[in-house]
């Protein structure tokens, strides 16, 4: 399995994201992925690591197939991958309501068929050729890459529900999951193999990127705290509150949103319980650590996207703490 991190991290701006990037490489990590969230988009953290690294492959996981036209995406990739020398992965993906919908304005209609379109239109784009295409959502006269990739970079899609898991095997280079657990992953994995096969592909030949959020300071009752809140945060989407619930943890998921949506902040996280926290998200020792990773390798992961996380209020320290977990893990790992 592939050892990843997440970029950009909370305290890791400026030049403090060149250091960032830069030890990850040296340390052996293989990857480094971004992410799209209010905290910046995807594009530009992985063309800034493609000026100051040689070897780790970058990726997006992931970029919203609503919030940029097709060509646009297209333009993006091309200019990264000729950035990087060939090491970069796009990651697309159909995002939720609550990003497309409320923070940028954009309709979030038909989210299958615009996925479908999106990939079908940015393969023909990578070609350097003419596209044109009238689709019932993504429609293009014209548009050719003045300057395509030498190779263009393979396609993953992100999933979570078992028709996205089977679309992001039929129509994916790879595959990009979050918030799993190994326990859970093999019935996510059972989706894949079947979208897989009716692509013609067989599930081993497909890598299956997984970001996993791993705090690491020592302070337990802290971690578990914040953990919490971050993970109530995403139990009040609805499209991830129906993932909670289909791999398992139906009656938490469950009682966290009805909390919430009563009004009652703290009662909504008092619902989360510690055994869902350890089961989804990393902390410990990188001892321990390394050993959950090893779940997720037996599982079926290939690749992961480590997001190391300090709940340190001091910015020095807070790098201080997860720089050090990054040289721990790496060298448990070995």
């Not at 030949?205 to 690491?216: G, N």
Request: glycine residues 8%; charged residues 20%; contains cysteine.
């Amino acid at each position: 399995m592939r050892l990843g991190i997440t970029i950009p991290l909370d305290g890791f701006q400026n030049r403090h994201f060149v250091e960032l990037v830069q030890h990850a490489e040296k340390l052996g990590f293989a990857d480094a992925w971004s992410y799209e969230t209010l905290a910046g988009d995807a594009f530009t953290p992985v063309a800034a690591a493609a000026a100051v690294t040689e070897r780790i492959r970058l990726g997006t996981a992931i970029v919203p197939v609503f919030t940029r036209p097709a060509a646009l995406i297209a333009l993006s990739a091309a200019a990264v991958q000729q950035l990087c020398g060939g090491r970069f992965v796009l990651g697309v993906g159909i995002s939720t309501p609550t990003i497309v919908e409320q923070w940028m304005g954009v309709p979030y209609r038909m989210p299958l068929t615009r996925l479908r379109e999106t990939v079908a239109a940015l393969r023909a784009a990578f070609t350097g050729q003419r596209v044109t295409i009238s689709g019932k959502t993504v429609t293009i006269n014209g548009f050719r890459l003045g300057a395509p990739p030498e190779t263009a970079p393979p396609i993953y899609v992100g999933a979570q529900g078992e028709l996205m898991l089977r679309t992001a095997g039929e129509i994916g280079d790879g595959v990009i999951v979050n918030y799993i657990t190994p326990e859970t992953f093999p019935r996510m994995l059972n989706e894949i193999r079947q979208g897989g096969q009716r692509g013609g592909k067989s599930v081993d030949s497909l890598d299956i990127a997984c970001r996993i959020l791993v705090a690491v300071d020592d302070e337990q009752e802290v971690v578990r705290e914040n953990l919490r809140r971050e993970l109530t945060a995403y139990l009040t989407v609805p499209q991830y509150n129906r993932f909670f619930q289909w791999i398992g943890y139906g009656d938490e998921a469950r009682a966290a949103l009805e909390a919430w949506n009563a009004g009652d902040r703290r009662k909504a996280l008092s619902l989360v319980p510690d055994h869902m926290l350890e089961s989804i998200y990393i902390f410990g020792t990188a001892k321990q650590i390394a050993q959950r990773l090893r779940d997720y390798e037996q599982a079926g992961i290939s690749t992961t996207a480590l997001q190391f996380t300090s709940f340190q209020p001091d910015p020095e320290q807070k790098r201080g703490r997860v720089m050090r977990a990054m040289e721990e893990v790496a060298a448990a790992w070995r």
